[in-house]
């Protein structure tokens, strides 16, 4: 149901952009967002968008960085990755929202999809 895609290798400093297409019937009036997972650690929360777009939320290690947004005609969401550090480098999952607003909960996501693998050099 949800196919994220932009994954890549960039130097630091660098810029990627992912995409995550949810199928038709899916998501259009549920929140969307990304949560990223380095192997051996927990899974953590980076952006979530309310199913309209006006309300964003964003975890502290990204802000400013990452902007999250979505096409509701396309049923997709973005996530605009700029200044990547190293420690940015892990697997981003795209979620859909049990909700219409998530926040910064991970719990408030009630599927994932496979993921894409962000990888940045130092």
């Known amino acids: 149901q949800l196919q994220a895609s932009g994954g890549g290798l960039v130097q630091t400093g660098g810029s990627l952009r992912l995409s995550c297409a949810a199928s038709?019937?899916?998501?259009?009036?549920?929140?969307m967002g990304w949560s990223r997972q380095v192997p051996g650690k927990e899974r953590e929360f980076v952006a979530s968008?309310?199913?309209?777009?006006?309300?964003?939320s964003y975890a502290d290690s990204v802000k400013g960085r990452f902007a999250i947004s979505r096409d509701r005609a396309k049923n997709t969401v973005y996530l605009q990755m700029n200044s990547l550090k190293a420690e940015d480098t892990a697997v981003y999952y795209c979620?859909?929202?049990?909700?219409?607003?998530?926040?910064?909960?991970?719990?408030?996501?009630?599927?994932w999809g496979q993921g894409t693998l962000v990888t940045v050099s130092s």
């Open positions: 979620g859909l929202g049990i909700t219409s607003i998530v926040g910064r909960n991970l719990s408030g996501f009630r599927s």
């Open positions: 038709r019937r899916t998501g259009s009036n549920n929140a």
């Open positions: 968008i309310s199913w309209n777009g006006g309300l964003t």
